[in-house]
């Protein structure tokens, strides 16, 4: 196709809100089930981007449009992308980590990128980037600088690893375990298991655990059936006798566990290796024994490796927003800092709109591959091309670059994390969005403490991936064209206003809507542009609903006078708004004895431009009342059919709410309104199994006491112990939402891998649990609901649904957002 000049491509770009340097990226039009890439094309154009890879259905309808501009035209743009990324790999021939396994791939790669950067230059995926399209984006950062690269790869379904295999090639591999993630996508276990192995087809080593009986099976058989000929080293570890690496003993002591195992070595004589770590969790020792046999075989000295293992420390897979002091927005991602997370990161914050000024701290960026002039050059045109206001730079070698970032309204630097305490409190963080980025050893959690709330204990986290998640399999279940509107009213469902607006504003979705006019303001504060529906119109709140631009939904003849009374004096023509009709609810609308005198009210009416019909479906997840949806529905059709003749312009309409959106696609019409299937809940259990769980209700227990039997806890004494029990009181009452009907045993938390019943009657601000035989101490974490305890069991045992207890938890629990 049209070919402009020759471009030296640095950076790949898949998503247009990530543009950085557009001169050097060469964007991939992927397709999707909602939007095709190719639709960006000409934004990105305009934004200087020239390079483009696009499929056979793309046309250049006007060649001048793209003046200068390369495009190469693939069969499928997802395999050129993989094509690339491949043969950019075949570049390097320095040793390659890959790893996979259901469970613990980014702790081991980031605990090998602890315990092997001072030995190596080591190029690592970002994140979790170990799909089909994170890893070629991973592969692609290797260069000539880099001495080790460690990527992790994952999949969902089989035939998918070939195609990562190709892209990583690793020459080393490591399989961390088998576990049930993804199960859905496969046959069986073995099948999961041999589908994963296939990124090993070509590596030159095996790491893996034997104590597994399906793993220990499969490795051997792959080994003798894939690669017979060649030569293939197996290295197992586990308490097996035949395992190369034999663990003796694992000794758990207060925070610490030594591993003491012995390692066959070619002469058959074994050598003992001891080495202690600061974790007790199964999962961590696990994954330590990993990094060891990796260690191992890098022929790292064994006292070397003793000490470094004692160095690990837990890896933050998650950046949190938490609400900071002087109305400040706080993102924590303190726990690295590489330029690739550093952008992700910016990525997050670019789509907080509460706040127009956007803060970053920045530590120094350690072992970056690159000079320090090239690196904080990179970083000061990032930071411009995401508006940053102001950067505070902490760190020796970041401090030297003033400078760079000249080009940054407000700069001001300091030599260590200590110097910027010192002087914390004259430099005034007052309404802005602040982003904490710094490597480990600059310690900034110290800055998280200054900045951020102190807040009760008792927390609830929203899992802001998860939100995403659950958006994209409601949209795949439309029909092309069909728009969404989500539903954010009632605190998006307890979970937060704007945050959750602004990541489904960053999503593309066509509409939100709130109950009352309030709501839609603190949006509209928060920099939310998305057009709002609002629910439950007022008179009292006609003025901020024209001023904030919100569309009120009207649903009876006095509201719709009234609206249209306040236009007329105010001299406001073609305001949008919602009708609203009641086709069997029968709680707001009009009904269809109103039709006719609606339908001549608003024929030729230019005070109000109908942005949409709708009507509110009263049973569409049950399949008792199917007959009775199909009565609503075929009612709106009939209404909105006269009220098109009527009105004689075109208006969208809609019906079908979140359980509609799947059980009856065949009335999505012109749009769907998403609610409570957004934040991880259905009723129908097979979109229930698709989802993730969104909120997660943590408090902390305050303290143990040993009852005996026969005693009583709690108010009225209604709580009696049945035999000598242990109990806890934790810090969540009936103040924080908490339904006071779980006393006395009906309702259950989840502490240590254990539900643990309620003692006693719910108190206003504790509860007392029975945890009798459950090892923990004051000061443990409690699941209040969340992945292991659903808040749908909490809300059967409450005789409610999960909506009443989502919506109840109290503004006093304070709420952290997270995205992994």
């Known amino acids: ?452 709330q102190q807040v009760h204990q008792t927390v609830l986290e929203i899992n802001l991936n998860a939100v995403t998640h659950n958006l994209k399999q409601y949209q795949q279940q439309l029909n092309p064209g069909v728009k969404l509107m989500a539903m954010v009213k009632a605190f998006s469902y307890g979970s937060g206003s704007f945050e959750i607006a602004n990541l489904l504003q960053f999503q593309n979705v066509d509409y939100l809507a709130v109950a009352y006019a309030d709501e839609g303001v603190e949006l509209r504060k928060a920099g939310i542009t998305l057009p709002i529906m609002v629910m439950n119109a007022e008179e009292t709140t006609f003025d901020i609903l024209v001023q904030h631009n919100l569309e009120p939904e009207l649903y009876s003849f006095n509201i719709l006078e009234a609206f249209e009374k306040y236009l007329h004096q105010s001299g406001i023509n073609n305001f949008p708004v919602h009708i609203k009709l009641d086709t069997g609810m029968h709680r707001l609308g009009f009904e269809a004895a109103d039709i006719k005198k609606l339908c001549d009210h608003l024929k030729d009416n230019s005070i109000f431009k109908i942005q949409s019909v709708f009507t509110h479906l009263a049973a569409s997840d049950s399949v008792e009342h199917d007959e009775f949806t199909k009565y609503q529905a075929n009612e709106f059709k009939k209404a909105a059919l006269l009220l098109e003749k009527a009105i004689a312009y075109p208006f969208l309409q809609h019906m079908a709410n979140t359980s509609a959106i799947h059980r009856h696609k065949e009335l999505q019409l012109d749009m769907v309104r998403l609610g409570i299937g957004l934040y991880g809940v259905d009723s129908a259990p097979a979109m229930q199994q698709q989802l993730k769980n969104v909120t997660t209700l943590k408090t902390t227990i305050s303290q143990i006491k040993k009852v005996k039997a026969g005693e009583s806890v709690g108010y009225s004494r209604k709580g009696i112990a049945v035999k000598d029990s242990v109990i806890a009181t934790v810090r969540i009452g009936y103040a924080d939402g908490y339904p006071r009907i779980l006393s006395n045993g009906i309702g259950k938390m989840y502490i240590n891998g254990k539900l643990v019943p309620i003692i006693g009657n719910v108190c206003m601000d504790m509860i007392m649990l029975d945890i009798t035989g459950v090892d923990v101490q004051e000061g443990d974490q409690v699941i209040v609901f969340g992945e292991d305890l659903p808040v749908s069991d909490v809300a059967k045992w409450s005789q409610t649904i999960a909506y009443e207890i989502l919506t109840g938890i109290s503004q006093r629990v304070k709420r952290v957002y997270f995205e992994e």
């Open 1 to 452: 196709m049209q070919q402009g000049e020759d471009a030296a491509i640095e950076h790949l770009l898949l998503d247009s809100r990530k543009l950085l340097f557009p001169a050097t990226s060469l964007f991939f039009a992927l397709g999707g089930p909602r939007r095709n890439g190719a639709s960006f094309i000409q934004e990105l154009y305009h934004k200087g981007v020239r390079n483009f890879v696009v499929d056979e259905n793309f046309v250049v309808d006007d060649i001048n449009k793209y003046s200068g501009a390369t495009f190469l035209q693939v069969k499928d743009t997802l395999v050129a992308l993989h094509l690339l990324a491949a043969y950019h790999r075949k570049q390097f021939s320095i040793p390659v980590i890959g790893i996979t396994g259901s469970n613990g791939k980014t702790i081991v790669k980031e605990w090998l990128y602890q315990l092997l950067q001072e030995d190596f230059n080591i190029v690592r995926s970002p994140k979790s980037y170990n799909s089909q399209i994170g890893v070629p984006l991973s592969v692609w950062q290797m260069n000539d600088q880099h001495t080790l690269a460690i990527f992790e790869a994952g999949i969902s379904q089989p035939d998918e690893m070939q195609q990562l295999q190709k892209i990583i090639e690793p020459t080393i591999g490591v399989f961390t375990n088998i576990g049930e993630a993804h199960a859905e996508g496969f046959l069986n276990i073995r099948q999961k298991i041999n589908e994963k192995l296939k990124l090993f087809i070509h590596s030159d080593l095996l790491i893996y655990g034997s104590d597994d009986h399906d793993v220990n099976d499969a490795v051997p058989m792959f080994a003798n059936n894939v690669r017979p000929a060649e030569t293939f080293q197996l290295f197992s570890w586990g308490k097996n006798a035949e395992a190369a690496l034999h663990i003796n003993s694992i000794e758990k002591i207060a925070t610490q566990t030594t591993i003491i195992a012995s390692l066959k070595e070619e002469d058959q004589q074994e050598q003992i290796i001891k080495c202690v770590i600061s974790f007790i969790d199964d999962a961590s020792i696990e994954n330590a024994i990993t990094c060891l046999c990796v260690l191992i075989h890098l022929q790292i000295p064994a006292n070397i490796i003793a000490e470094r293992m004692l160095r690990l420390r837990p890896v933050e897979m998650r950046l949190e927003l938490k609400q900071g002091n002087n109305n400040c927005s706080i993102i924590n991602d303190s726990y690295s800092a590489d330029i690739n997370s550093l952008v992700i990161a910016l990525n997050f914050l670019q789509q907080q709109q509460q706040h127009t000024k956007r803060t970053l701290i920045l530590s120094d960026i350690l072992q970056s591959g690159k000079s320090n002039n090239e690196l904080y050059e990179d970083i000061a045109h990032i930071l411009e091309q995401k508006n940053i206001d102001r950067l505070i730079g902490i760190g020796p070698e970041i401090s030297k670059h003033e400078e760079t970032f000249k080009n940054i309204k407000q700069v001001t630097f300091f030599p260590s994390t200590l110097a910027f305490k010192e002087q914390f409190y004259s430099l005034h963080f007052i309404n802005e969005t602040i982003l904490l980025k710094g490597a480990r050893v600059f310690e900034f959690e110290q800055i998280g403490h200054l900045l951020e």
